[in-house]
């Protein structure tokens, strides 16, 4: 298996329950700084899109670490246990069969082009629909009450365009932006109602939402097939809406007058279909009116000093927690190991590569330093080197030294790895006695 069907498949196989996993730290952290406001709240969500699409192709730590990769050792002395040229630390391996390795790779490849390729199109839309629009020019107290809208918001290189294509304002635009409207907008909709639509969408424009909705668009395609990441993304929508609204009603209108707005503009969409989907920023991205509107209605409570950097810090802990967990549990896809055997008799056991074995071990005690040895500061560092013979049941039936450390060291050794029982090791779907070098690496910190 080649190294980027392997990555991909491990990003696939640790994406599948790593995505869950942050949400439900995520829906933890903005519950919990939900009364710091919607800024704060967007943030967490931010995060955790980040972190979903990060987070599967990182390395655990927990991974098969190459022989002389060093590690931390505590006072008290590390061992650590090598079978053949690899360690364990911890984590584990899931092995496939080669024709469900080629086929998952290649559907999940297929999913992420689809989805790479709606994105584009959904693009290619706006830009179409940007251009076929008809720009507008403002008079009287519309021109008057758009250049104090852009002043108040302090977006430049602006424009504001109608199109029959769509039932609500929306912006499109990286740097020359265009505010978008359906062609009988201001002609239909209210003063109060066309000043808060604008001041939404100005809103959008200046925190530049419609780049940044497709930085997190690309970051996050090779998670898009999971209903999950779909999930972290509508609230991403919601809690960005209710940061745009609370900048609206700040600097344009009042809260109550803004959201009875934000109805009045609800009810004249409400039985209108847009024809197009498209990649763009409207008013009503996301389907929380009522929460909205309450949010708006309910006097906003503050948050300072020692609380919220108490919440900021709570969040920060859960983050590393989970980020921790996911590394410390991550799953590594190879194929099945070519076993590098001698030929089987009914006198001979197989040889068998120590790190083949190390996957199939199920059961026994750990080796610990020598506490003699400790106690009287008469250590050293070093590999004891072991030699075992393992029956078709798993257990162990041999074991010497071929590599002694100390004699307390080896006896520590012998003893631990004694109880140790392994899968039995099948050879042409029969299982075969087998034979394999353990090394016990021993280490005391100073």
């Known amino acids: 298996?080649?190294?980027?069907?392997?990555?991909?498949?491990?990003?696939?196989?640790?994406?599948?329950?790593?995505?869950?996993?942050?949400?439900?730290?995520?829906?933890?952290?903005?519950?919990?700084?939900?009364?710091?406001?919607?800024?704060?709240?967007?943030?967490?969500?931010?995060?955790?899109?980040?972190?979903?699409?990060?987070?599967?192709?990182?390395?655990?730590?927990?991974?098969?670490?190459?022989?002389?990769?060093?590690?931390s050792a505590s006072a008290a002395g590390s061992v650590q246990v090598e079978m053949g040229r690899f360690t364990q630390i911890t984590g584990t391996a899931l092995h496939l069969p080669t024709g469900l390795r080629h086929g998952a790779a290649l559907?999940?490849?297929?999913?992420?082009?689809?989805?790479?390729?709606?994105?584009?199109?959904?693009?290619?839309?706006?830009?179409?629909?940007?251009?076929?629009?008809?720009?507008?020019?403002?008079?009287?107290?519309?021109?008057?009450?758009?250049?104090?809208?852009?002043?108040?918001?302090?977006?430049?290189?602006?424009?504001?365009?109608?199109?029959?294509?769509?039932?609500?304002?929306?912006?499109?635009?990286?740097?020359?932006?265009?505010?978008?409207?359906?062609?009988?907008?201001?002609?239909?909709?209210?003063?109060?109602?066309?000043e808060a639509a604008l001041g939404h969408e100005l809103a959008h424009m200046q925190r530049r939402d419609f780049a940044k909705n497709l930085f997190y668009e690309l970051i996050s395609l090779p998670v898009s097939y999971h209903p999950m990441t779909r999930w972290l993304k509508s609230q991403i929508r919601q809690s960005r809406e209710l940061v745009c609204d609370a900048m609206a009603a700040e600097f344009v209108t009042t809260r109550e007058l803004y959201a009875r707005s934000l109805l009045r503009l609800a009810s004249m969409m409400l039985n209108q279909t847009q024809t197009v989907n498209i990649h763009a920023?409207?008013?009503?991205?996301?389907?929380?009116?009522?929460?909205?509107?309450?949010?708006?209605?309910?006097?906003?409570?503050?948050?300072?000093?020692?609380?919220?950097?108490?919440?900021?810090?709570?969040?920060?802990?859960?983050?590393?927690?989970?980020?921790?967990?996911?590394?410390?549990?991550?799953?590594?896809?190879?194929?099945?190991?070519?076993?590098?055997?001698?030929a089987a008799t009914h006198d001979h056991p197989v040889k068998v590569q120590g790190a083949i074995m190390a996957g199939s071990k199920i059961g026994g005690e750990n080796p610990v330093y020598p506490a003699k040895a400790r106690a009287e500061k008469n250590t050293v560092d070093g590999t004891c080197t072991l030699q075992a013979t393992i029956n078709k049941e798993g257990y162990i039936t041999r074991l010497r030294v071929v590599k002694s450390l100390r004699k307390d060291y080896d006896e520590s050794a012998l003893t631990a790895v004694k109880t140790w029982r392994y899968k039995p090791y099948l050879l042409n779907g029969e299982p075969v006695a087998v034979q394999t070098t353990i090394n016990i690496n021993y280490s005391i910190g100073g």
Request: proline share 5%; hydrophobic share 50%; charged share 15%.
């Open 1 to 71: 298996m080649n190294g980027l069907e392997s990555f991909v498949l491990g990003y696939l196989v640790n994406s599948l329950w790593q995505v869950p996993l942050i949400c439900v730290a995520a829906y933890g952290c903005a519950r919990l700084v939900r009364r710091m406001g919607p800024q704060a709240e967007h943030r967490v969500w931010v995060t955790a899109l980040l972190i979903a699409a990060v987070l599967p192709a990182c390395a655990g730590t927990g991974a098969w670490l190459p022989h002389g990769f060093g590690t």
């Open 281 to 342: 920023i409207g008013i009503f991205d996301a389907n929380i009116l009522e929460r909205r509107v309450m949010n708006l209605m309910t006097k906003p409570r503050e948050t300072r000093g020692l609380l919220r950097i108490g919440f900021a810090a709570v969040c920060v802990a859960v983050g590393v927690a989970t980020c921790g967990s996911a590394l410390a549990l991550r799953l590594d896809v190879s194929e099945p190991p070519a076993p590098a055997v001698a």
């Open 107 to 194: 559907l999940y490849m297929g999913l992420v082009i689809f989805f790479c390729g709606r994105l584009i199109w959904g693009v290619i839309q706006s830009v179409g629909l940007r251009r076929g629009s008809r720009r507008l020019e403002l008079t009287g107290e519309w021109q008057n009450m758009w250049e104090r809208c852009c002043c108040v918001f302090d977006v430049t290189n602006v424009e504001i365009a109608s199109t029959p294509r769509i039932t609500g304002p929306m912006t499109v635009g990286f740097r020359w932006r265009t505010l978008l409207v359906p062609s009988d907008f201001l002609e239909t909709a209210e003063a109060n109602d066309v």
